[in-house]
């Protein structure tokens, strides 16, 4: 999670929630699966299964049997709609 962006006044959890929502959308609407270890490499944080099940709860991201992670349409749309600028 980059350090330099704003934060605005949220939550660091909201923070991260987008960090993750922005990491598993892509423009080119190429979504691919991640696993919670590599999102938690990624985003360089160990909060991430908390965050997974926040999103999960919203239903902002879905999860396969064997435990991968990919974006539902509505949170694919809403990135492409207002893209990873959000701050």
């Not at 006044?9 to 923070?15: C, I, K, S, W």
């Not at 999103?55 to 991201?61: D, E, S, V």
């Given at each position: 999670m980059p350090d ?84």
């Open positions: 330099q962006q704003p934060t605005d006044g949220l939550h660091p959890l909201d923070v991260l929630e987008r960090e993750l929502l922005y990491t598993l959308t892509s423009p080119d609407d190429n979504q691919p699966l991640w696993s919670l270890d590599d999102l938690a490499r990624e985003l360089e944080c160990s909060e991430v299964s908390v965050t997974v099940r926040a999103l999960h709860r919203a239903g902002l991201i879905n999860r396969t049997t064997d435990g991968y992670i990919f974006a539902t349409r509505s949170a694919i749309r809403m990135i492409q709609l207002v893209g990873h600028g959000i701050i």
